[in-house]
């Protein structure tokens, strides 16, 4: 784990905003020069706390108007229905995230489909074949109120 300074946390927010700014626009926003800055996205990235960069996309502009979160619970707490799901889960585009939690489910799941239709196949020729699941809860998202794609970077 890389101990993060200010100058790190600097960059790291104006990097968050915008992927694509220039190494000297960087430098400029974050009071360095251009070739200790460099040296500091290097030392992120190879350190891993860059992991990578990518564009983010409007779904709805995409198409995709249907948003759930879906609440899973498998029947037994056994390590091949735990794989079994794990894997089978990693390569749905649908999911958009996927979390191992405490309480009432096992999985929380962040879906997205074009619609209504899409979501009852994606459930019927998928979720509903993964050996081991009892149950599956789905919740509408009707609105989000906050959307968080930063990672808060202010000391604790």
Known sequence: MMKLESA????????QKDGRISNQD????????????????????D???I???????????CGLEFHAILHVVLTRHEPDYQK??????????EI???????????YHLRIRCHNKDAYNSFLENFMFKIPGIATVRTNLVLREIKHQMAVPLDPA
């Open 8 to 15: 790190d946390r600097r960059i790291l927010k104006t990097l």
């Open 96 to 106: 958009l995230d996927c979390f191992s939690t405490t309480g009432d489910a096992d």
């Open 84 to 93: 079994h799901f794990v894997h089978a889960v990693a390569d749905r585009a």
């Open 47 to 49: 350190s891993g706390v």
């Open 51 to 61: 992991q990578h960069y990518s564009a983010i996309v409007n779904p709805e502009a």
């Open 26 to 45: 960087l430098a400029e926003a974050t009071s360095m020069s251009t070739s200790a800055c460099w040296r500091r996205v290097r030392a992120l990235q």
